[in-house]
């Protein structure tokens, strides 16, 4: 707490915005100053803005919240009758937040009112950025914001924050989920082509083993701590944008030999993969990760093409073209 | 016929069963009801979970490896790449949701034809949630005439109350029996597991002294 004051100027400036990135990069965050932490990292708030400019940022985007959760909330009865993509998305995320990390005293319990508030964030949401809408993951990423921040209006926007670099994973034509896997096919050829000779052998290139890991940012992989310290380290950006691609690397080169030496098929290492959710060791993954990043340098960075998530999608046309999901 | 969750090695035949249908039908519930039964509050799949159930069905000692895709339409593409070897196809909808038997027609029963690699593959379709009886909105009538449209068997079920769910497991299993295809498919995918740790690989797991 005492070292987090010294980041700002008297004002409340960040003065050395690389210097807080490195600092969380490599130490963390201290649970009672995630809120204001995340705020930055996801973009929310200006590195260079004020306290007062934050406090005014605050209350304007309260009543924002406020203006299109009322969109929603104003639907009668009635309307819904005759609303069938609104009853279908409420539908879904009815569905889904009673079942999302329910096993934490946040969030169980009958009638729990943070369950409600991810109900309605998801909703807002999904009225917000209606072309993307609402699409199962997103109560996972939404969570542990929530657990955060414990406020309605800022998780709603520090959501859209990182649903900017995100939504891309969710859109119906998958492409942002693709690029990523692609990427994680390129940099595994580069760093460590056994494996990869091995992958392209046993017709295992669409990596969809890594599908989960990369759409919900490992949330399934770790347990909820581990959960929040690792994606602080990935929200820095501070080595890579894309370091949650090199923490993929990382955790299949540990596993490599494994892999070979069982000689799994495709059905075989989705299990396998699927079964290391809660056996992967957070910090000698992130090690293994940053040593990667800095030996595959510029052809590392060179197997990401411009506009992989969470880079910003590089042309600004319409973001979601798609339909909306009748499922 | 019984069930047991024993050692990998103790079965006769290994069946890939693929669960799918639309998201929130009760898949998920299904299977863990089938497994262990309990049915709260399960994560929403993203991707695919597995389960292993060791049973017996008419003599035989059967491992079954089950699929629990996600339902939600955007993650079709990746799905489709989990219907490869699959030898039992189990479709689930909701009673009381017509939509999520409509798909299955209008969807999901093209997704299979698709995408399957063994045309023999035994299909079943489903129909959950029947212990909220009063909710009902596709009758029992409608689910038959639709499994025998699809040339699939039929069960009505309960994951809450577990009311036939074991049925659906192994009327599908012993209907996977009587197809030789997929009988030899079965029996192979054991004989490449047991030949396995013979490649190079000392001391299977979980493997004793004699």
């Known amino acids: 707490m005492r070292e987090w004051v010294t980041f700002f100027d008297s004002e409340g400036r960040v003065t050395d915005s690389e210097a807080l990135r490195k600092r969380v990069f490599y130490g963390g965050v201290e649970h009672l100053i995630r809120k204001e932490v995340w705020a930055f990292l996801l973009g929310y708030y200006a590195y260079d803005s004020t306290y007062a400019e934050r406090e005014y940022l605050r209350s304007v985007k309260k009543s924002e919240y406020e203006t299109i959760k009322n969109q929603w909330e104003s639907i009668s009865p009635q309307q819904a009758k005759k609303f069938t993509k609104f009853r279908e998305?409420?539908?879904?995320?009815?569905?889904?937040?009673?079942?999302?990390?329910?096993?934490?005293?946040?969030?169980?319990?009958d009638d729990n009112p943070n369950v409600c508030l991810l109900h309605d964030i998801l909703?807002?949401?999904?009225f917000y950025n209606f072309d993307l809408g609402y699409c199962q993951g997103m109560s996972d990423l939404l969570s542990p914001i929530l657990y955060v921040t414990g406020d309605e209006s800022e998780?709603?926007?520090?959501?859209?924050?990182?649903?900017?670099?995100?939504?891309?994973?969710?859109?119906?034509d998958q492409n942002g989920m693709h690029t990523q896997l692609f990427a994680i096919s390129k940099l595994v050829e580069l760093l460590d082509s056994p494996l990869h000779n091995y992958f392209k052998q046993h017709d295992c290139l669409n990596y969809f083993f890594c599908f989960r890991w990369v759409l919900i940012q490992f949330k399934r992989e770790f347990e909820y701590?581990?959960?929040m310290r690792l994606w602080e380290v990935l929200w820095t950006h501070y080595l890579s944008e894309h370091l949650h691609l090199y923490v993929c690397v990382a955790i299949l080169k540990r596993q490599r030999n494994k892999i070979i030496s069982e000689r799994m098929d495709f059905d075989t290492l989705l299990r396998f993969i699927n079964e290391l959710s809660g056996h992967i060791d957070l910090d000698a993954v992130l090690r293994d990760a940053e040593a990667l990043c800095i030996c595959a340098g510029e052809n590392g960075a060179a197997c990401i093409p411009p506009g992989t998530p969470p880079s910003l999608p590089i042309d600004n046309g319409s973001l979601y073209p798609q339909e909306d999901d009748v499922l | 016929m019984g069930s047991s969750s024993g050692q990998s090695n103790s079965y006769d035949l290994s069946f890939k069963i693929l669960l799918i249908g639309d998201s929130g039908v009760g898949k998920?519930?299904?299977?863990?009801?089938?497994?262990?039964?309990?049915?709260?509050?399960?994560?929403?799949?993203?991707?695919?979970?597995?389960?292993?159930?060791?049973?017996?069905?008419?003599?035989?000692?059967?491992?079954?490896?089950?699929?629990?895709?996600?339902g939600q339409e955007r993650f079709r593409t990746l799905t489709s790449s989990y219907y490869r070897g699959a030898q039992g196809i189990i479709l689930v909808y909701d009673v009381t949701r017509r939509e999520t038997f409509t798909n299955l027609s209008d969807v999901w029963a093209k997704e299979v034809e698709l995408h399957l690699t063994n045309k023999d593959c035994v299909k079943m379709l489903v129909g959950n949630k029947v212990d909220r009886e009063s909710e009902r909105a596709v009758s029992r009538e409608e689910g038959m005439a639709l499994a025998k449209e699809l040339g699939s068997l039929f069960l009505e079920c309960s994951a809450k109350t577990r009311e036939n769910v074991e049925q659906c497991f192994e009327e599908l299993a012993l209907k996977i029996m009587e197809v030789p295809s997929l009988l030899e498919?079965?029996?192979?995918?054991?004989?490449?597991?047991?030949?396995?740790?013979?490649?190079?690989?000392?001391?299977?797991?979980?493997?004793g002294c004699c």
């Open chain 1, 89 to 109: 998305r409420k539908g879904l995320i009815d569905k889904d937040v009673v079942r999302t990390d329910r096993s934490l005293s946040f969030y169980d319990g």
């Open chain 1, 123 to 126: 909703l807002t949401y999904s």
């Open chain 1, 155 to 172: 998780s709603f926007w520090c959501f859209v924050s990182l649903m900017e670099r995100l939504g891309p994973n969710f859109n119906r």
């Open chain 1, 225 to 227: 701590e581990k959960t």
């Open chain 2, 28 to 70: 998920s519930s299904l299977l863990v009801s089938f497994i262990s039964a309990s049915t709260n509050d399960l994560a929403p799949t993203i991707g695919v979970d597995f389960k292993i159930k060791l049973l017996t069905v008419g003599g035989k000692k059967l491992k079954l490896t089950i699929w629990d895709t996600a």
């Open chain 2, 185 to 207: 498919e079965g029996s192979n995918a054991v004989k490449r597991n047991i030949l396995k740790p013979k490649e190079g690989h000392p001391a299977p797991p979980g493997g």
